[in-house]
Nanobody, 121 residues
Framework: QVQLVESGGGLVQPGGSLRLSCKASGTIFKVGTMGWYRQAPGKERELVAT???????KYAESVQGRFTISRHNAENTVDLQMNSLEPGDTAVYLC???????????????WGQGTQVTVSS
């Protein structure tokens, strides 16, 4: 099994910054694409950003130019630097990764428990 543990959420004023981190641990052969999703109250979960193992990045249009995703393959970590935060960014942010637990296993998707980000004055 693979566990994803997030950190770095909190309360920030509009225009402020936060950095989220996520580490994958457990029985890992290889971690593929990692990413961040978010879910606000009463809304569906939405993609924020993803980064493939080769560094290819994808961003939601709403965060393009404000958020930056990065990863460290050797440590199985993914970070999300969030700048110019807006009240509309308030949500629970969830780490996501696809991984192999052995060279014979199938690719499985994993989720973290989530970390709250609140943007408010």
């Amino acid at each position: 099994q693979v566990q994803l543990v997030e950190s770095g959420g909190g309360l920030v004023q509009p225009g402020g910054s936060l950095r989220l981190s996520c580490k994958a641990s457990g029985t890992i052969f290889k971690v593929g694409t990692m990413g961040w999703y978010r879910q606000a109250p009463g809304k569906e979960r939405e993609l924020v950003a993803t980064i493939a193992r080769d560094g290819t990045m994808k961003y939601a249009e709403s965060v393009q130019g404000r958020f930056t995703i990065s990863r460290h393959n050797a440590e199985n970590t993914v970070d999300l630097q969030m700048n110019s935060l807006e009240p509309g960014d308030t949500a629970v942010y969830l780490c996501n990764a696809v991984a192999l637990t052995s060279m014979y296993s199938s690719i499985t998707q994993y989720w973290g428990q989530g970390t709250q980000v609140t943007v408010s004055s």
